[in-house]
């Protein structure tokens, strides 16, 4: 790539947040568009389960979340067609397999039975299971199980799999993906105009899409006060392989609350069973460790008995990108010039569809969407916060 190139978007990520975008960029016409990245196809999606779980991963207070969450899931089918075609056939692992969460102890039932009182009183389709219910649709699962939630809607796909086919259709939509590390973002008479590169190049664009993910914020370059410090939470998971004599373990995805711990199991149907996840806030650590790995088989094991019969294939960690109300920052940041796409915590991969059609309508129209609006960056800025803190 030359140095001074001049593409009309210049994305700064090429995780799946940063890839989604460009490729939809790209489709709706606005065909230089350069992704900047020293791994493209890595980030917390490379080690995510690819639960696409909007109702079963409510928490009290996220409605803005939800309603987001759930235009995201409504589209996913579709825009994972449209991805295998355009990536030339490519799988992305997208499954309509419904969600189970269920409860081990009266303490964890009563914590599920408030959630599904709050799923009804918003008027989600979620219905209550006892126990013996539950162990009905998953025969594998332990017999103290007391009770729990089923939600036809909660879907899943495969994180990897949808990187390979997003790097694959940008490639093939005229996405250049340049492997370099944005060093430095440039600004010019108060507008972001681009970034030098790890490479020495500088690249001029006439827009700038920040999805760095945790790193978003570090950039330097970026001036204070216009991004909020996005902070990194550690996420460790374990995959696990069913053979085929054990096949099928589960039919569909598989939440839990274990004393208090929140978890979940999601089987492939390639007979991979993937187990997660840990939540810390231990800074950019992503050393996997031997307490993580024990917590999370402890509590497979407590829900799923047989499940410490299974080979154990892959330890991982990544970090999930939180912003201070762990909602995601969407759309054009108090900087001229600069967009952001990051802050998604724990539904990057939810997410992804409607991140792309939001914020690739904003950066070939300048119109930002009306789901987009809660969740604009600026509502971090200094003036807005003193506003609210005076109301």
Same mark, same amino acid.
Request: proline share 10%; net charge positive.
């Given at each position: 790539m030359p140095s001074g190139s001049h593409p009309d978007v210049l994305v700064i990520g090429g995780g799946i947040i940063g890839l989604a975008v460009a490729w939809r960029t790209a489709r709706r016409g606005l065909r230089n568009v350069i992704v900047v990245d020293p791994e493209h196809g890595h980030g917390a999606a490379g080690v995510a389960a690819g639960m696409l779980a909007p109702v079963t991963e409510l928490q009290y207070g996220e409605e803005p979340l939800l309603r987001l969450g759930m235009a995201s899931n409504e589209r996913y089918q579709g825009f994972a067609a449209e991805l295998t075609e355009a990536s030339g056939g490519l799988d992305t692992g997208y499954r309509r397999c419904g969600t189970i969460a269920v409860a081990q102890d009266s303490d964890d039932r009563a914590e599920l039975r408030e959630l599904h009182a709050f799923h009804r009183r918003l008027g989600l389709d979620s219905t209550w299971l006892t126990g013996r219910e539950a162990r009905k649709l998953e025969p594998m699962l332990a017999p103290g199980v007391r009770g729990g939630l089923h939600v036809a809607d909660d879907h899943q796909v495969d994180p990897r799999r949808l990187l390979v086919a997003l790097s694959a259709a940008c490639e093939r939509?005229?996405?250049?993906?340049?492997?370099? /590390?944005?060093?430095? +973002?440039?600004? /010019?008479?108060g507008r972001a105009t681009g970034a030098r590169l790890s490479t020495g190049e500088t690249v001029s664009a006439g827009q700038v899409l920040l999805a760095a993910g945790p790193h978003s914020?570090? +950039?330097?370059?970026? @001036? /204070? %006060?216009?991004?909020?410090?996005?902070? @990194?939470?550690? %996420?460790?998971?374990?995959? +696990?392989? $069913? @053979?085929?004599?054990?096949?099928?373990?589960?039919?569909?995805? $598989?939440?839990? $609350?274990?004393?208090g711990r929140h978890l979940y199991v999601v089987p492939r149907e390639n007979g991979e069973l993937v187990v997660g996840a840990t939540t810390e806030e231990q800074g950019y650590d992503t050393t996997v460790t031997a307490g993580g790995v024990y917590e999370l088989l402890r509590d497979a094991h407590e829900l799923i008995p047989g499940i410490t019969e299974l080979p154990l294939v892959e330890t991982a960690a990544g970090l999930r990108p939180g912003s201070p109300d762990n909602a995601p920052l969407l759309g054009p940041t108090s900087l001229p010039g600069l967009v952001a796409a990051t802050g998604h915590y724990r539904n990057g991969v939810l997410l992804t569809p409607v991140t792309a059609d939001l914020l690739s309508e904003y950066l070939t129209t300048g119109e930002l969407p009306d789901p987009a609006q809660p969740f604009t960056p600026t509502r971090f800025s200094p003036a807005r916060l003193s506003t609210k803190a005076s109301a």
């Open positions: 939509a005229g996405v250049l993906l340049h492997r370099a /590390e944005a060093v430095e +973002l440039l600004v /010019e008479d914020h570090r +950039l330097p370059g970026l @001036p /204070e %006060g216009v991004l909020p410090a996005i902070r @990194p939470v550690k %996420g460790q998971i374990l995959r +696990l392989r $069913v @053979p085929d004599a054990y096949r099928p373990f589960l039919s569909r995805n $598989v939440r839990a $609350v274990v004393r």
